[in-house]
């Protein structure tokens, strides 16, 4: 059975990168060269910065879909196990992205995260297609009466 590692880190970096929203807040309206930072809007670490937030929000989010559904699914264990490793690589992605802004580290986890993501996609829109729901759906059918 595979998804719940998707679950539990997908609801935990949600929430970490939720908080990191509020480091933005302070870093926008509070710390000192705030008219600096938001000047620089649409360039540098301001830009990268906000990728990483909405990046990591949004690849947080997917995790606890695929998470879910891979709990709820009948896809075979080997696509299984491969979609769920994958979407969970994909969260390097905006942790690169952090590494890269703090510790000036190469773009190289943003890469092997962003084509981790985009193969867990892919790989779980073809194993919904051979997905057979009838009997899935029988069961359903009679659990609700
Ligand atoms: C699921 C949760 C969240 C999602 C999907 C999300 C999404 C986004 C998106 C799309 C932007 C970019 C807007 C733009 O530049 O056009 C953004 C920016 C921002 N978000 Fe969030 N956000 C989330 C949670 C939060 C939370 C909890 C906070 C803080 C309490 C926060 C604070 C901010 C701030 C301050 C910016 C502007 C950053 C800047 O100065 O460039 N976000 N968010």
């Known amino acids: ?15 970490g990168f939720m908080v990191y929203g509020f ?5 926008r309206d509070f710390a000192p060269g705030k008219e600096q930072w938001i000047a620089e809007y649409g360039i540098g670490k301001h830009f990268e ?4 937030h909405v990046h990591g929000n949004l690849f947080a989010f997917i995790n606890i879909v695929v998470g879910y559904l891979l709990l709820r699914l009948p896809v075979s264990e080997f696509s299984a196990k491969g979609i769920s490793w994958l979407t969970l690589i994909g969260m390097l992605m905006p942790i690169g992205i952090l590494a890269e802004i ?3 580290v190469p773009p ?7 084509i981790a993501m985009v193969a867990a996609m892919i ?8 997905l057979d729901l009838t009997a899935k759906q029988a069961t359903v059918t009679k659990d609700r009466g």
Not at 23 to 27: A, F, K, Q, S
Not at 123 to 130: C, E
């Open 102 to 104: 703090m510790f000036g």
């Open 49 to 52: 910065s906000r990728l990483a």
């Open 123 to 130: 790989w779980f829109g073809l194993a919904a297609l051979q």
């Open 23 to 27: 480091i933005l807040i302070y870093l």
């Open 1 to 15: 059975m595979q998804g719940k590692k998707n679950l539990a880190s997908g609801f935990l970096f949600l929430a």
């Open 108 to 114: 190289a986890l943003v890469l092997v995260g962003g």
